[in-house]
């Protein structure tokens, strides 16, 4: 999407109708909202989230577009700890029938070729990857597509693991659950010295994650062009 396309739709605000919410595992919840029919995006994209059933600091954050368009709903996961923020404790007493504001969707974070590519989670950072992949299974082409998902995960909570296991088995995708920055190294050396620049790299998870693997790629001459990245500020 166009950084033209994106100004524009940062400007349609709509209001979504809050269905349910239910933990996925310790410390992250998952929300789900009613999707209308002229509501879509690309999977990977996110959107601007507002609280508008209380007055809060800081009531606009951006989150991941979870499911893929196909799945007719929207969701969103969150990571909430211990101490949550104002914003994330207004998601937490969200009830049926109540309201959440919108704008969007916007991001590149998305697949535009059928170039290899390799994906890299860290945490939270799986959501754009799991809307990417549903998309994939949905639309049948997990053959042609030679993607790779490496998902990095120092607490080992790898969410959504058994869809992910599922598509994995279907497609030529590949799944690999890491747990330290050693492997994840040797994974991306291996894609790159056999793909270099004919390759897209995609990196989500917290800022320094992402800021420290981009300039790993870049160091083994991977162009920046090549590198999309999801900086998930806060964590
Ligand atoms: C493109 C994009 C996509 C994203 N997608 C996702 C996603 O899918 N899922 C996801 O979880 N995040 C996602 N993020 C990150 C998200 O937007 C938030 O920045 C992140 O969730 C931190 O929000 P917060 O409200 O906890 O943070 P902040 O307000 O930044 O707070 C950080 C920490 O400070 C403490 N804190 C803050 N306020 C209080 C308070 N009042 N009382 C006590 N403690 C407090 C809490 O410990 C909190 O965790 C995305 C970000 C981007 C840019």
Redesign the pocket.
Same mark, same amino acid.
Not at 42 to 64: E, M
Not at 96 to 105: L, S
Not at 176 to 193: G, M, P, V
């Given at each position: 999407m166009s950084f033209f396309q994106d100004t524009l739709s940062i400007f349609k605000k709509r209001d979504l109708l809050f269905l349910q919410s239910y933990k996925e595992s310790e410390g992250?919840y998952s929300f789900l909202f009613k999707k209308e029919e002229d509501l879509t995006w690309k999977a990977g994209q996110?959107g601007l989230f507002s609280i508008t059933h209380k007055k809060i600091?800081?009531p606009t954050?951006?989150?991941?577009l979870?499911s893929a368009p196909t799945e007719n709903v929207v969701r969103?996961?969150?990571? =909430? /700890?211990?101490? %949550?923020?104002?914003?994330?404790?207004a998601m937490l007493e969200l009830k049926q029938g109540m309201k959440i504001r919108m704008a969007g969707p916007?991001?590149s974070?998305y697949l535009k070729d059928n170039n290899p590519s390799l994906f890299i989670a860290g945490g =939270? /950072?799986i959501? %754009?990857f799991r809307s990417i992949l549903k998309q994939v299974e949905a639309e049948g082409n997990g053959v042609e597509k030679q993607i790779q998902l490496h998902y990095i995960d120092s607490k080992k909570l790898y969410l959504f693991k058994e869809e992910l296991d599922e598509i994995a088995n279907k497609t030529s995708i590949s799944v690999t659950y890491l747990d330290s920055r050693e492997n994840l190294h040797h994974e991306i050396n291996k894609f790159a010295t056999l793909n270099k620049n004919n390759g897209n790299y995609f990196i989500?998870g917290s800022r320094s994650m992402v800021g420290s693997i981009s300039t790993y790629l870049q160091k083994n001459n991977v162009s920046k062009r090549n590198i999309k990245k999801?900086?998930?500020?806060?964590?």
């Amino acid at each position: 999407m166009s950084f033209f396309q994106d100004t524009l739709s940062i400007f349609k605000k709509r209001d979504l109708l809050f269905l349910q919410s239910y933990k996925e595992s310790e410390g992250v919840y998952s929300f789900l909202f009613k999707k209308e029919e002229d509501l879509t995006w690309k999977a990977g994209q996110h959107g601007l989230f507002s609280i508008t059933h209380k007055k809060i600091k800081n009531p606009t954050k951006p989150f991941t577009l979870v499911s893929a368009p196909t799945e007719n709903v929207v969701r969103l996961t969150m990571a =909430i /700890g211990e101490n %949550p923020s104002d914003f994330k404790k207004a998601m937490l007493e969200l009830k049926q029938g109540m309201k959440i504001r919108m704008a969007g969707p916007v991001g590149s974070f998305y697949l535009k070729d059928n170039n290899p590519s390799l994906f890299i989670a860290g945490g =939270i /950072g799986i959501t %754009p990857f799991r809307s990417i992949l549903k998309q994939v299974e949905a639309e049948g082409n997990g053959v042609e597509k030679q993607i790779q998902l490496h998902y990095i995960d120092s607490k080992k909570l790898y969410l959504f693991k058994e869809e992910l296991d599922e598509i994995a088995n279907k497609t030529s995708i590949s799944v690999t659950y890491l747990d330290s920055r050693e492997n994840l190294h040797h994974e991306i050396n291996k894609f790159a010295t056999l793909n270099k620049n004919n390759g897209n790299y995609f990196i989500a998870g917290s800022r320094s994650m992402v800021g420290s693997i981009s300039t790993y790629l870049q160091k083994n001459n991977v162009s920046k062009r090549n590198i999309k990245k999801d900086a998930f500020y806060g964590y």
